[in-house]
């Protein structure tokens, strides 16, 4: 004789709520991912570049560690941003007629901002900017 229960339940979780939480996630990443924002288009310098020679100058910029500015034939003259952005401005358009490029090279320990600010000046006027690293 059978005693045992005919009608068992089983103990099995749905998976149905599991994949509507996947779509969801899936959902939120690519709308959060085309809301981003682009970067500054920067042109960066490629080993296959020849040096600079006397018939392509070019102003280049430093920043130090303490966030001064410097053009790089006067380094021992440190300015703010007020008082290089005409100067800049001056050596672009004066002294380098139809050379377009800015080398900017910031210390290590320079904040972003002051760097950031010569590259936009660089793209509000149409100039190349160009960043310099140096290893240590």
Not at 76 to 102: C, F, H, R, S, T
Not at 121 to 131: M, V, Y
Request: hydrophobic fraction near 40%.
């Amino acid at each position: 004789m059978n005693l045992g229960r005919r009608n068992r339940v089983k103990a099995e979780g749905g998976m149905s709520s599991m994949t509507d939480l996947v779509f969801l996630m899936l959902i939120f990443f690519i709308i959060m991912s085309t809301m981003t924002s682009p970067g500054i288009d920067v042109n960066l310098p490629n080993s296959d570049i020849k040096a600079q020679g006397p018939d392509q100058p070019e102003v280049h910029i430093g920043i130090t560690p303490d966030n001064r500015y410097m053009f790089q034939e006067a380094p021992d003259v440190l300015y703010n941003y007020e008082e290089i952005e005409p100067m800049i401005i001056q050596k672009m358009n004066e002294d380098l007629a139809g050379n377009d490029k800015i080398k900017i090279s910031g210390d290590q320990d320079a904040d972003y901002q002051y760097v950031f600010k010569i590259i936009a000046l660089a793209k509000s006027k149409e100039w190349k900017p160009i960043l310099v690293f140096k290893n240590n």
